[in-house]
């Protein structure tokens, strides 16, 4: 198996695939990056051929994204990526994205787990062939994740910010091949909490998510939005079902031109 420790693919951002504002959608961008790590997994032994015959998969569990700026329609832009570090739960993932003419863009940063297929539960990377001259020297500048809120922050913290709540039930189209809601949805939804008067003002500078737990079909989830108040201030939430958290994420907006 030859060990290609990192993979580039090029793209070009089309108006139909653009958002609102003629930039790359972060969904698009996950969706693109969750592609290429499949892409680079199965080139290196560890991917979908390996891993499907077992009852295995990959899942994400944490995605941190900081861009500097953001692909506009009709331009060319690459997406890197390479392993960062590995253990017997959980791989450690970066990426790096360019415009057409190399310059950076921003990077992200993911940890990844496997689970059993058929139980939803994660396992240990042993059956996998994994090997240490895989593993990247190529630097993520960006920071790890935070701290985020926990649910009794969340109710406790009115004198951060407001304090707001909505609804969503999840349906067909939100579900993906391991039957539970997909990443992407969840991004999507957390993105419709603000209006597009803010993303016409702003744009994402970083944003971050981390997974506790699976949503299925046709569970009703509650998000809560609270401002964290630090130096740059973010907005903080946590997504749960039956009052129990499935996710939490922090996205920090900037004002277009800064």
């Not at 590995?86 to 863009?105: H, K, M, P, Q, T």
């Amino acid at each position: 198996m030859e060990e290609i420790k990192e993979l580039t693919e090029h793209y070009r951002l089309t108006p139909g695939a653009s958002n609102a504002e003629q930039r790359l959608p972060l969904p698009l961008l996950v969706t693109q990056m969750i592609d290429i790590a499949t892409r680079h997994a199965n080139m290196l032994g560890f991917g979908s051929d390996i891993m499907d015959p077992q009852g295995l998969g990959w899942v994400l569990s944490r995605l941190t994204v900081q861009m500097k700026r953001w692909p506009c329609t009709d331009s060319d832009y690459s997406i890197t990526t390479w392993i960062e570090s590995w253990n017997r739960r959980f791989s450690s993932r970066c990426f790096c994205v360019a415009d057409g003419e190399s310059n950076i863009l921003g990077y992200m940063r993911t940890v990844w787990m496997v689970i059993d297929v058929r139980t939803h539960k994660g396992v240990t990377t042993d059956r996998l062939n994994f090997r240490e001259s895989l593993i990247s020297d190529r630097e993520c500048p960006i920071p790890l994740q935070d701290r985020h809120i926990t649910l009794e922050t969340l109710e406790h913290g009115t004198e951060q910010g407001v304090l707001s709540r909505s609804k969503y039930t999840f349906r067909y189209t939100d579900i993906d091949f391991y039957r539970h809601v997909n990443t992407v949805r969840y991004i999507e939804l957390l993105l419709n909490q603000y209006t597009l008067s803010d993303f016409d003002a702003c744009r994402i500078h970083r944003f971050e998510i981390a997974f506790m737990r699976e949503a299925l079909y046709g569970q009703e989830a509650v998000i809560h939005k609270l401002r964290h108040v630090e130096e740059m201030p973010a907005d903080d939430f946590v997504l749960t079902v039956e009052e129990m958290p499935v996710l939490r994420a922090r996205i920090r907006l900037q004002l277009r031109g800064e």
